[in-house]
């Protein structure tokens, strides 16, 4: 069992920054890959960026590529978000959460967070 917290969302103008931490329960935590989601007002859940449980491996959409940055801290059992540039349509919740294997399919991701708001003003 895996249980995961987000924090640091929040309001920033566009163009600001933001870093978001997801912080897990357990002691298997280097044996799972981690992902961010977020999910818009209307909109489904998307997949934002991935992180394999030893950190080599790292997936991004397209829409945060140069911008987003996903870390991990095995030690502390926290993966990071590291969002900068943000523009107004990166507004949305975001969840964190764990597979066992890295992917972009919510689907295969097997715990996540109760999710965090990011509000982005223009």
């Known amino acids: 069992q895996v249980q995961l917290v987000e924090s640091g969302g929040g309001l920033v103008q566009a163009g600001g920054s933001l870093r978001l931490s997801c912080a897990a329960s357990g002691r298997t935590f280097s044996s799972y890959a981690m992902g961010w989601f977020r999910q818009a007002p209307g909109k489904e859940r998307e997949f934002v960026v991935a992180?394999?449980?030893?950190?080599?491996?790292?997936y991004y959409a397209d829409s945060v590529k140069g911008r987003f940055s996903i870390s991990r801290d095995n030690a502390k059992n926290t993966v990071y978000l590291q969002m900068n540039s943000l523009k107004p349509e990166d507004t949305a919740v975001y969840y964190c959460?764990?597979?066992?294997?890295?992917?972009?399919?919510?689907?295969?991701?097997?715990?996540w967070g109760p999710g965090i708001q990011v509000t982005v003003s223009s």
């Open positions: 959460a764990a597979a066992t294997r890295v992917t972009m399919r919510p689907p295969e991701y097997e715990y």
């Open positions: 992180i394999s449980g030893s950190g080599f491996i790292k």
